[in-house]
């Protein structure tokens, strides 16, 4: 779990996270409105060499490709689909197993289409600007991803100056 005090440090998050993506890799965003999805996204696209001006939270459209970067990337916000089944018709498939990055913000709306093997990442709110951040793996490539954001530098630089400021 991360406590992020601001959406500069969200997306210094989603920064570090994309140092270690690769081809297929599938990150699944959940919480409420407002909670940060769209800020990790940006973040993540912004780690690959995307510009962060380019990533939308558009409640209409259920698939954007950014094919500019180190990855591909595809981000899916799932805000207004209804029923799972609505987006089998897309070919979302192809993304997931394709060689891009694709990021799915409401990722729990997928239900049974879930992914067997991705990184879930829940996003709530911790005060007025803080944001909690949790991760959970599914499958060994994401335990290993996930192992590998926890002793990333970015991350232990945080964790080091979150207890300058608790004073531990």
């Given amino acids: 779990m991360i406590i992020s005090h601001s959406f500069k440090e969200t997306l210094k998050f989603g920064k570090a996270i994309a140092k270690h993506l690769k081809p297929a890799d599938i990150i699944c965003l959940s919480g409420e409105l407002g909670s940060g999805k769209t800020v990790l996204a940006k973040g993540i ?3 690959l060499g ?10 209409f459209v259920l698939i954007r490709e950014h094919l500019e ?3 591909p990337f595809y981000h899916f916000d799932l805000y207004r689909l209804k029923e799972a089944r609505d987006i089998s018709t897309l070919g979302y498939e192809n993304y997931l197993s394709g060689d891009g ?3 799915i913000e409401w990722g729990e709306k997928l239900k049974y289409l879930t992914p067997k093997e ?9 005060g007025k600007f803080k944001r909690t951040l949790k991760f959970y793996a599914q499958g060994a490539r994401f335990k290993d991803l996930l192992r590998e954001i926890r002793e990333s530098r ?3 630089k945080f ?4 207890k300058k400021v608790r004073g531990e």
Avoid: D
């Fill in 101 to 103: 990055v694709s990021v």
């Fill in 45 to 47: 696209a912004s780690g």
């Fill in 69 to 71: 970067g180190r990855l």
């Fill in 118 to 126: 991705h990184l879930k990442v829940e996003l709530s709110y911790h």
């Fill in 159 to 162: 964790k080091q100056n979150k």
């Fill in 50 to 59: 995307i510009k962060t001006s380019k990533i939308t939270s558009s409640s």
């Fill in 154 to 156: 970015t991350f232990q």
